[in-house]
């Protein structure tokens, strides 16, 4: 059975840093495209970064220089690094592998004061 669980989110002030993972079982990563998402109140779900199974990353323009994807191959897990953090970050962030189906995470929450 596939099982993605995020992890590392909570509340953080503006300007500070957080760092989610997404550990994986029942599948292995390493050759796996992964995304991270993220879904706002009342907004949809929206790709935040993505590292490819060759690991090629891309980022939404909204954090393009804050933010890094990577992947831990030893742990099978996924990492988003986020940094220089604003209240426009604040969502429920997902993980997601792509193997033929789509595996989603549970989430985690961010929340960034202001």
């Known amino acids: 059975q596939v099982q993605l669980v995020e992890s590392g989110g909570g509340l953080v002030q503006a300007g500070g840093s957080l760092r989610l993972s997404c550990a994986a079982s029942?599948?292995?990563?390493?050759?796996?495209?992964v995304g991270w998402y993220r879904q706002a109140p009342g907004k949809q779900r929206d790709l935040v970064a993505r590292i490819s199974s060759g690991g090629s990353t891309s980022y939404a323009d909204a954090v393009k220089g804050r933010f890094t994807i990577s992947r831990d191959n030893a742990n099978n897990t996924v990492y988003l690094h986020m940094n220089s953090l604003k209240p426009d970050d604040t969502a429920v962030y997902y993980c997601?592998?792509?193997?033929?189906?789509?595996?989603w995470g549970q989430g985690t929450q961010v929340t960034v004061s202001s």
């Open positions: 997601r592998a792509e193997a033929g189906f789509y595996f």
């Open positions: 029942g599948i292995m990563l390493r050759d796996k495209s």
